[in-house]
């Protein structure tokens, strides 16, 4: 009979991505992945400062709320772990944290190492590998777990609740998720941001990779860097931002981000801007006066398409309230 469920704090919480983004703002040109700093942060955390400063931006992963309520329902103890817990717990205290034992018979066991999974196995314990960032290759993984007696899962909603003899599942719905649709525990730990000094400056609008409009369904601005803006947002991390924007004279809050698009491995450094407006046509060429005021949440590799898309969707919401 299941009791507890140990869940790793990275697939609860977007911890790592913080982490990341602070580790490209010291050092834009290290050659690192986010599995990198997933299997041993503080291998590269130079200091602790930047990350106690903006761990009230860190969100749940998606589908994570639903999936502790859902164990909560079902009369399942949800536990999670972390190197970092007596940083996280004050700030996320809606989150059941206890000393981790990996001796629980009764307990599942849900981590992204594969080496530790392997560890726990062999202790005879009930165990998940939970997909990490390395990176988004199926054949990469069909290798990897060849021949090996492991359960793989790549998000909470493809999770293989009927092996472990659930009758039940949960439920993931679109609707339900919106910051703007209900008040519910996944919108509200998302609902989170940090309010900045303003930045300015103003860029030229250039071509971009035409993904905003056709693949992600929010078509951006994308802006020229020279080193005086450069210079502008080296204080800023990689990540999604809020602020007022001014094009053609006219005013419009907008929602940008400032950073590498890790889920398409982009480099190097770019700044998107989605102005809350109607356009019938493209201003290339035109010149943008931006104000940055918000900070929403750090870049993210997302495990799945549709998990990017359901963040954009909730960064959309956030910004226009902060900026609108």
């Known amino acids: 009979m299941i009791s507890k469920c140990y869940i790793n ?51 749940p992963q998606i589908g994570a709320i639903e999936t502790l309520q859902f164990l909560e329902s079902q009369n399942i103890q949800p536990i999670i772990y972390s190197q970092y817990s007596k940083q996280l717990q004050n700030h996320f205290p809606y989150l059941k944290w206890e000393e981790f034992t990996d001796e629980d018979k009764g307990g599942i066991f849900i981590d992204p190492r594969l080496d530790y999974c392997e560890q726990l196995l062999k202790k005879d314990l009930k165990v998940v590998l939970f997909k990490n960032h390395k990176l988004k290759d199926k054949d990469y993984w069909n290798q990897l777990l060849q021949n090996k007696n492991i359960i793989f899962v790549e998000s909470w909603e493809t999770f293989p609740w009927q092996d472990f003899k659930f009758l039940t599942k949960p439920i993931f719905s679109a609707e339900q998720y919106k910051v703007n649709e209900c008040d519910n525990a996944a919108t509200q730990y998302w609902n ?93 060429g035109a010149n943008l006066r931006l104000i940055i005021t918000h900070f929403i949440r750090a870049e993210s590799d997302f495990r799945t398409f549709d998990h990017l898309i359901k963040a954009i969707s909730n960064d959309k919401i956030i910004g226009r309230k902060l900026v609108c």
Do not use: W
Not at 209 to 238: D, H, V
Not at 252 to 266: C, E
């Open 9 to 59: 704090c990275e697939i609860i919480l977007d911890f790592n991505s913080l982490l990341f983004s602070i580790l490209k703002k010291q050092n834009p040109d290290l050659n690192l992945s986010l599995n990198d700093v997933q299997e041993n942060p503080q291998k590269f955390l130079e200091t602790q400062d930047l990350l106690i400063q903006n761990l009230c931006i860190i969100k």
């Open 192 to 284: 989170t941001f940090v309010k900045l000094n303003p930045i300015e400056f103003t860029s030229k609008i250039i071509h971009g990779r035409n993904r905003g409009g056709t693949m992600l369904g929010i078509p951006t601005a994308n802006l020229q860097i020279n080193e005086e803006i450069q210079n502008l947002t080296k204080s800023l991390l990689p990540g999604v931002y809020a602020g007022i924007t001014y094009l053609e004279n006219v005013k419009y809050g907008g929602v940008l981000s400032i950073g590498y698009n890790p889920y398409f491995l982009d480099t190097p450094q770019t700044i998107e801007v989605h102005l809350y407006g109607e356009f019938q046509e493209d201003f290339y």
